[in-house]
């Protein structure tokens, strides 16, 4: 960013007319709002605009309510379930990508990984459920697997970017010295590519852990009965009865999606 704002030649953004006040105003209508669901979330009355007073009321009683402890327990293992299987697949279709030759249909396959990208999320919502239904109705299943492959087909291409970006940007002639001196191409892939690649799948893994952890229109779409995530049971809250119980779960989500991210681009940004 800093690159950006000044470049080589001295021009900087930064001089442009308004750039400041335009600045603060988009952090502030992006923040603000965050900033007071977190404030209220600490708020020991029950209105949503009337502070009543500090207290940690509102997380104790999440955090002793089994719908909520249910609802959490089940979004952690669906997120880290289709997030590691959406990142397995990612590796290998990066790997096969950027490793290989050029071949007809590659630019093609690469737009098929990151179609779900492209396609607004409601459209593969509904699509899924089409397919879904049917399968449900022809076999009676009804368990979570769905959940877990939809989440982990939305996942694969979030995962596959950052991963088939530090592929791009290794240096290719460890992996040819490796060659040159008598090694496999499994013991390249174990020796020298994958400690290298290592920065890109793990934080794959983790932007795939937060887009599935915090989904909501798919999940409502795919669940069947009993099976509530963390962010649909708040949803449906919304629908009933808003208590401050909903901000204190949404700012723990809040804060463990910031620390992710910042995790992940610790690790983008790594060097050597």
């Known amino acids: 960013m800093a690159d950006f704002l000044k470049p080589s030649n001295g ?31 600490f708020n020991y009355g029950t209105s949503l605009a009337i502070w009543e007073g500090f207290s940690l009321r509102w997380y104790k009683q999440a955090a002793g309510n089994q719908a909520v402890q249910d609802a959490a327990i089940r979004s952690l293992f669906l997120a880290v379930t289709a997030a590691t299987v959406a990142t397995i697949a990612a590796t290998m279709a990066a790997i096969a990508t950027t490793r290989t030759r050029r071949f007809p249909g590659r630019t093609m396959i690469y ?8 396609v607004p999320e409601i459209v593969t919502a509904v699509a899924l459920l089409i397919v879904f239904a049917a399968i449900k ?11 877990i492959v939809a989440h982990t087909a939305f996942c ?13 940007t290794m240096d290719m002639s460890l992996e040819t010295a490796a060659r040159d001196l008598y090694a ?23 932007l795939a852990f937060v887009i599935s952890l915090d989904d909501v229109v798919i999940t ?43 995790l992940f681009f610790r690790l983008t940004n790594r060097r050597g």
């Open 11 to 41: 021009y900087s953004v930064r001089t442009l007319p308004g750039f400041a006040v335009l600045a603060v105003f988009t952090i502030f209508v992006l923040y603000a709002p965050i900033m007071i669901l977190v404030a209220y979330s």
């Open 111 to 118: 737009a098929l990984i990151n179609q779900p990208l492209m």
């Open 137 to 147: 109705v022809w076999t009676g299943h009804t368990s979570m697997i769905y959940l």
């Open 156 to 168: 694969i291409p979030f995962a596959y970017l950052p991963i088939r970006a530090r592929l791009e």
């Open 184 to 206: 496999s191409r499994w013991l390249v892939f174990r020796r020298v590519t994958l400690p290298l690649m290592w920065p890109g799948i793990v934080a794959g893994l983790m």
């Open 220 to 262: 409502e779409f795919v669940k069947s009965a009993g099976q509530e995530t963390l962010p649909t049971f708040m949803l449906g809250q919304l629908r009933r009865v808003v208590t401050p119980e909903v901000n204190a779960i949404s700012s723990v989500i809040l804060f463990a999606g910031a620390i992710l991210v910042a």
